[in-house]
């Protein structure tokens, strides 16, 4: 599969083949514990859309935990519903849910089936299918600095990929025949930062937000301690 990908010698735009480089999911068994260490595992992995025709790719910058039923933050701490009734199955599995009334937002399910916990996608680096991208975001792109636009915060990602709940949730991401999975192209994070979670007001003051350090897709504020 041929599609437009990001140099990373600079700024640069070139043509290259990634489909085979993104072409095996993350086991479930990564997803099967602790959603703050598997936060910051998933840093540096690359989160793919498989299209008819093209495939789109980022690479995971941020990331925020969600601890269940012990987290007043998280959706599934009031208990099981109709609604969140993904966070309580098995790991591994995509949560969709729609907010402020006008965005989405992608998260994976964490912990073992019968167990809350989950992680939600705040922002990604796009490596492949930029173009897409900004077509489905209805942003211009006038030089490679407008690559932000696309994919820095959680609606805009999820927009970017045409992630929705109708679509996406209960998607199973570490199945091969999903069209939308995270990969693993051995990228090493060098260092990571966590804060606060953001844009939320209960249980803000937990450090449960995880960024790759420097990157510029990272939403919000950038600092933090080790």
Same mark, same amino acid.
């Given at each position: 599969?041929?599609?437009?990908?990001?140099?990373?010698?600079?700024?640069?735009?070139?043509?290259?083949?990634?489909?085979?480089?993104? $072409?095996?999911?993350?086991?479930?068994?990564?997803?099967?514990?602790?959603?703050?260490?598997?936060?910051?595992?998933? !840093?540096?992995?690359?989160?793919? %859309?498989?299209?008819? @025709?093209?495939?789109? &790719?980022?690479?995971?910058?941020?990331?925020?935990?969600? !601890?269940?039923?012990?987290?007043?933050?998280?959706?599934?701490?009031?208990?099981?519903?109709? $609604?969140?009734?993904?966070?309580?199955?098995?790991?591994? @599995?995509?949560?969709?849910?729609?907010?402020? *009334?006008?965005?989405?937002?992608?998260?994976?399910?964490?912990?073992?089936?019968?167990?809350?916990? *989950?992680?939600?996608?705040? #922002?990604?680096?796009?490596?492949?299918?930029?173009?897409?991208?900004?077509?489905?975001?209805?942003?211009?792109?006038?030089?490679?600095?407008?690559?932000?636009?696309?994919?820095? *915060?959680?609606?805009?990602?999820?927009?970017?990929?045409?992630?929705?709940?109708?679509?996406?949730?209960?998607?199973?991401?570490?199945? &091969?025949?999903?069209?939308?999975?995270? #990969?693993?192209?051995?990228? %090493?994070?060098? $260092?990571?930062?966590?804060?606060?979670?953001?844009?939320?007001?209960?249980? &803000?003051?937990? %450090? !449960?937000?995880?960024?790759?350090? *420097?990157?510029?897709?990272?939403?919000?504020?950038?600092?933090?301690?080790?």
């Amino acid at each position: 599969m041929e599609t437009r990908a990001r140099s990373r010698n600079g700024d640069d735009w070139i043509l290259t083949t990634v489909g085979t480089q993104f $072409r095996k999911p993350l086991a479930r068994e990564f997803y099967d514990r602790d959603p703050r260490r598997a936060s910051r595992e998933l !840093l540096g992995k690359v989160l793919v %859309r498989r299209e008819a @025709y093209q495939l789109l &790719a980022a690479r995971i910058v941020e990331v925020e935990a969600y !601890l269940g039923e012990n987290d007043p933050a998280a959706h599934s701490f009031a208990g099981q519903t109709a $609604r969140n009734a993904v966070l309580f199955g098995p790991p591994g @599995y995509a949560y969709v849910y729609f907010i402020y *009334g006008n965005h989405y937002c992608l998260n994976v399910s964490c912990l073992p089936d019968g167990v809350a916990g *989950g992680i939600l996608f705040r #922002a990604v680096e796009p490596l492949a299918g930029m173009e897409q991208m900004a077509r489905s975001r209805n942003v211009s792109m006038v030089s490679p600095r407008d690559l932000r636009k696309l994919t820095s *915060g959680p609606g805009r990602l999820a927009e970017a990929f045409g992630i929705t709940r109708e679509r996406d949730n209960g998607k199973d991401l570490t199945s &091969a025949q999903s069209d939308l999975f995270i #990969a693993d192209d051995e990228y %090493r994070v060098r $260092r990571v930062l966590t804060t606060p979670r953001i844009g939320i007001t209960k249980a &803000a003051e937990r %450090r !449960l937000r995880y960024v790759i350090a *420097g990157n510029e897709f990272v939403s919000g504020a950038k600092t933090g301690n080790r």
